[in-house]
């Protein structure tokens, strides 16, 4: 599980200039979803529904801290996706952030036989070095912090936190286990703040970068509501305004190579293990992430950006070497599918439906859509078409057809009623 990565990755093409070698070569063993999206852009109520095959609509959960499922009474003994392997005979390790944190309740402890790392992310640069891009002060304040800083590291990747918890996953993989495992490993970076070692930076040159498709105009066309995210004084538009735009993508290129690498160390310990041909892997950002597009940098959206990511299905004998499959699929089917994909009983309390028929024939029928939820927010995102609801009834809809950047709300367009009647079944 990577934090925060969007679709930025070689084999999806979202950005030219990202390089991502292990990522790329993981999708040339199994099935590569180009249309994957998360249930919800934010990290708590996205990866809570991963682990529990619940949407956030189900568990309410919306937000980040002070939110946990097993705080209601309605899930307080709901049997998560590791613990169902459990009960199935695995044993079930975790590292890194998996959940929404690596330690205390928000880890789940319950979850696991065992937490082999506790620690994510890499170490905060000196403090002479944070912060380095004189923005006219309107960054000294903590919410502005966390979106301006994107420091190199003078540190080797060995004495970073997430190539630890990479390292002892692949410390797991070479040992001799008597049990079936799950083993989990959580990287943390591209998770803001954007500091990856400097070799990971040299790989992105400056003068290099390019920004990704904009358009200044893009939200005249969009409801208040979506307006709110690129408005004036927001991150974003204070990060363009004094020049900084470049060095934002490039410190989360460099960060997203940085995860890559941590990835290749769990890849080529199972590549040199006894496991290599009977262990299903599954790799996925637990949402996606705008760096300018739509004038925002950040998720907490519900526009492609901020919804897409990558997800990679892994299956010996079940999956088809360096195969696409362009059906719209959710984070939420991971638990279904893992289940069906190991052999264990079905479950008729989920939410998500089972992706194992793809896995196996990527061009199966599939007429699904994914549907995200921010708060009261929500979005439809059919194979062709994306379709946002505010909660105040406003309305955006793209053909991704004829407009992959979305730059044409089509909503209040007549042509298109019955499409949006179509896709407005889906909504929660």
Known sequence: ??????????????????????????????????????????????????MTGLRSTTTKIHGNAGSWFRDNPDFADWVTLPQYFRKHGYMAWT??????????????PISWDHQYSLVMGTPFPPDEKRFPHGLDGEFN????????????????????NDYITAKRAADFLQKDHDKPFFLACGIFRPHMRWYAPQKYFDMHPLEDIQIPPYLESDLDDVPPMGQRRGAPGTPFNIIKKNGEWKKAIQGYLAASSYADACIGVVLDSLEKSKYMENTVVVLLGDHGYHLGEKNHISKVALWEEATQTPLIIRAPGISTHNTRSKRTVSLLDIYPTLIELCGLPERDDLDGRSLAPLVK???????????????????????RYHYIRYSDGGEELYDDTVDPNGWKNLAMDPKYADTIEDLKKWLP
């Open 361 to 383: 024939n990527p061009e199966e029928n599939w007429p699904y859509p994914a549907v995200i939820t921010q708060g009261g927010h929500h979005a439809v995102r059919s194979e």
């Open 95 to 108: 590292g890194g952030k998996v959940f929404h944190h690596p330690s205390g309740k928000y880890s789940d």
């Open 1 to 50: 599980a990577v934090d925060d990565l969007n679709d930025w990755v070689g084999v999806l093409g979202g950005h030219p200039q990202a390089k991502t070698p292990n990522i790329d070569r993981l999708a040339r063993q199994g099935v590569l979803f180009e249309q994957a999206y998360c249930e919800a852009p934010l990290c708590n109520p996205s990866r809570t529904a991963i």
């Open 141 to 160: 304040n903590a919410y502005y912090d966390d979106w301006a800083d994107w420091v190199p590291l003078d540190v080797p990747d060995e004495e970073t």
